[in-house]
């Protein structure tokens, strides 16, 4: 694949090509909408009843093998990626010397029959093609990927593109945040909105953002937390409330703490901790194995059992059973 490098004349050359196009009046910003009938992952899960019939993709170019009157491509789809044959007796002169001009990263959509290449590749063989959208920047080369932790997450859609992967844990994300919210619901709890905006910073114990209310002439801070809003409604008489939405703190930074975070935060009249920690049990295994069908998992190299009853402890204990220090046997506030 190509570099990232704009001073190679990659750039430049894409935009020469995107130019030309719209002299001829062939502008791929032109087109609005796109056909498409099937999608890559479905299309080799189901190629024994689909073989031979004629579907439409749309999708981005991955690679592109071949110059001469063949060339073999891969275009990924939401789902995954499948590889296009592309002959110039099907398409004609005209239409494959314009196939051979597109450039990986470019988004097109492909009309072909399903079939199978003599090496058994699943493939859709192109009988048409449209160019939906002009990639004017080259994807990272193939061999040493999108690999750099800041870029990843600086340029998360440039991360998804190359490491299709990561699509996965988006899909979870969502997954387990739908398991929450269904289950809160089913229990009677009412979902609610909390304001975002406050004059104080309350909840937890964070440094806030803070920003400037030109209307009413105010100082209010981005919340920490919806904790007391919530509170007022149980004081109102909404017996269980919960909210699913964004905090933020302005503190510290890295890859595993982002400043803004989405946080789910409940609570129920009439139970106390206790309850809250059955409450949380289920929600936790629930999620597990809504989203994976099971409730053990496996987690940077260690085995996670999600399944009912979790374990309760003090603090006290945890820290007794860990490090062997009793803070029970302790009297002696210095030594504390």
Known sequence: METTDLGSGLHEQRLNRLNKLNELE????????????????????RFDELEGQTVFLAGRLMSKR?????????????????????????????????????????????EGEIFRTRRGEISVRNQGFLLLAKAL???PEKFHGLTNTDTRYRKRYLDLIVNPDVKDTFRKRSAI?????????????????TPILSTIASGAAA???????????????????????????????FERVFE?????????????????????EGYQAFTDYRGMMDLMEHLIASAART???RTVVEYQGKTIDLTPPFARKTMAEQVKETTGIDFNEMRDADIL
């Open 207 to 237: 440094r806030p953002f803070t920003t400037h209310h030109n209307a009413l002439d105010l100082e209010l801070t981005l919340r920490i937390a919806p904790e007391l809003y919530l509170k007022r409604l149980v004081v109102g008489g």
């Open 137 to 139: 920047r080259p994807l």
């Open 66 to 110: 071949g110059m001469g009157k063949v060339s073999f491509s891969d275009l990924q789809d939401e789902s995954g990626q499948i590889q296009i044959f592309t002959k110039i007796d099907v398409l004609g002169e005209t239409a494959y010397a314009g196939w051979q001009q597109l450039d990986i990263g470019d988004v097109v959509q492909v």
């Open 26 to 45: 062939r502008s791929p910003y032109r087109e609005t909408t796109a056909r498409q009938t099937g999608k890559a992952a479905d299309i080799a899960a």
């Open 291 to 293: 989203v994976l069908g």
């Open 244 to 264: 699913i939405g964004r905090n933020f703190r302005n503190e510290g930074m890295s890859i595993k703490h982002n400043p803004e975070f989405t946080m789910i």
């Open 177 to 193: 945040i739908a398991s929450l919210r269904q289950d809160m619901i089913a229990r009677g709890f009412l979902e609610v909105e």
